[in-house]
């Protein structure tokens, strides 16, 4: 803790950026520089300075902790979400303003995600803008760019596939290793990744190279106008995470949190398969995010309906229920278990999150024909759910 305290004071020398300009919506970054602070630090990525900004017309204020990003930096980012000046100033006593244009930085951009409050089964942007989630998963999106040789494609080129096939929203995990009961064929399993979030046995140290490529991937799909579903753990992935409520644990999720919440496109999901755990340990998941997430982003939670005992969990700590129902068991009755789970929640929008992922050549399920494909999607469109009808197509990147 001292070697904190002592990095937190050498930072106060740092250099940092005084006054410019961004677009609305945009990410404003501040960077601090300190070799003295580093070398003070135990472990740095431990430093995790905080920046509070107030906009000056409205008064809004909000808090968000800093991260370290290698060889004396540390960064704190936070959204331009309004218009006008927005005056900060760290812990380590720096200051600065950005002012905030009227100008977006692209026609996509529309801020952050919310949930309408006139029509609570419904989402809706910041700037009031309809949004109906069209949404394609892609587990292992990471590893475009990433690692190059094991992929065939371009983060730019495949994203860009995406968006002509009007998705608008993309499942994608923080982190997922191989898959572990796939029959597809063994060109198309996923193989351990080179690259991990950790740059050490003891997961105290994390590998940049691996979060800054991520900044690269959220950056991309804000780009495009595609909402970025970030499921931060997954249970069925073969990953080796830290233990449950350790100090590297606590770095992993406030990392997270700290580094990517600034990007307005971004919703939280807490896990994939978030049943295999106990529910008792993502009460303190969610608790860690309500305190670090200043700009509170949405935040959901995947499971099966099958768990009851996630209920609670969802219906008080979610502002969106991620649903996971199979057509194996709904093959009948999609539009009825679509309006139970309307009932069931009755101020929040429904995600069926698995929603046909089944069908198709390639698959890790018994496999379903194609032609009730029509009937599935009008039924469920009727019962106003939003659904995620696409599905990982990357060569070594679409095992489950």
């Known amino acids: 803790m001292r070697s904190v305290t002592t990095a937190l004071a050498l930072l106060a020398a740092a250099s940092a950026g005084g006054s410019t300009t961004r677009p ?10 300190s070799e ?62 950005v002012r905030c244009s009227n100008d977006t930085m692209a026609s996509s951009s529309h801020g952050a995600l919310l949930v309408d409050q006139a029509h609570p089964h419904h989402f809706v942007w910041q700037d009031g803008t309809r949004h109906y989630p069209m949404s394609y998963e892609c587990d292992w999106c990471y590893a475009l760019g990433l690692e190059p040789d094991s992929t065939p494609t371009t983060l730019d080129d495949f ?49 940049l190279k691996y979060w800054q490529h991520y900044d690269t991937v959220l950056a991309a799909l804000q780009a495009r106008g595609i909402v970025a579903h970030v499921m931060i753990m997954v249970e069925n992935k073969n990953v080796d995470w830290p233990a449950q409520e350790s100090k590297a644990d606590d770095l992993f999720w406030s990392t997270v949190i700290n580094r990517f919440q600034s990007f307005p496109n971004v919703v939280w999901d807490v896990s994939k398969e978030a049943h295999n755990l106990p529910a008792s340990y993502w009460a303190t998941r969610y608790a860690l995010i309500e305190k670090l997430d200043a700009h509170k982003r949405l935040r959901t939670v ?38 139970r789970m309307r ?12 929603f046909l992922y089944e069908m198709g ?13 029509g009937l599935l999607l009008i039924t469920s469109l009727k019962a106003q759910a939003a659904g995620q009808t696409g599905r990982r197509a990357i060569p070594r990147t679409c095992g489950r």
């Open 361 to 373: 050549q390639l698959h890790t399920c018994t496999a379903t024909p194609l032609s009730p494909l």
């Open 24 to 33: 609305l919506h945009s990410v404003h970054e501040i960077t601090l520089r």
């Open 302 to 339: 995947h499971t099966l309906e099958s768990k009851a005992d996630f209920v609670p969990l969802e219906q008080h700590d979610c502002q969106f229920i991620s649903h996971q129902a199979h057509y194996k068991h709904n093959r009948s009755g999609y539009h009825g278990h679509i309006l």
């Open 159 to 207: 994203l860009d596939s995406i968006a002509s096939g009007h998705f608008n929203q993309m499942v994608l995990n923080f982190y997922a290793n191989h898959s572990f009961w796939d029959d597809a064929p063994k060109q198309w399993l996923v193989h351990t990744p080179v690259n991990t979030p950790w740059a050490s046995e003891d997961q105290m140290t994390l590998n």
């Open 36 to 97: 003295a602070a580093e070398a003070a630090s135990a472990n740095p990525f431990l430093v995790q300075p905080e920046l509070t900004a107030r906009h000056a017309d409205s008064g809004a204020e909000l808090s968000v902790g800093g991260f370290y990003d290698g060889e004396g930096t540390w960064r704190a980012r936070f959204t331009c979400s309004q218009p006008g000046l927005w005056s900060w100033r760290t812990s380590a006593a720096h200051s600065g303003s």
């Open 343 to 354: 009932d069931l929640y009755p101020t929040k929008p429904i995600l069926n999150i698995e």
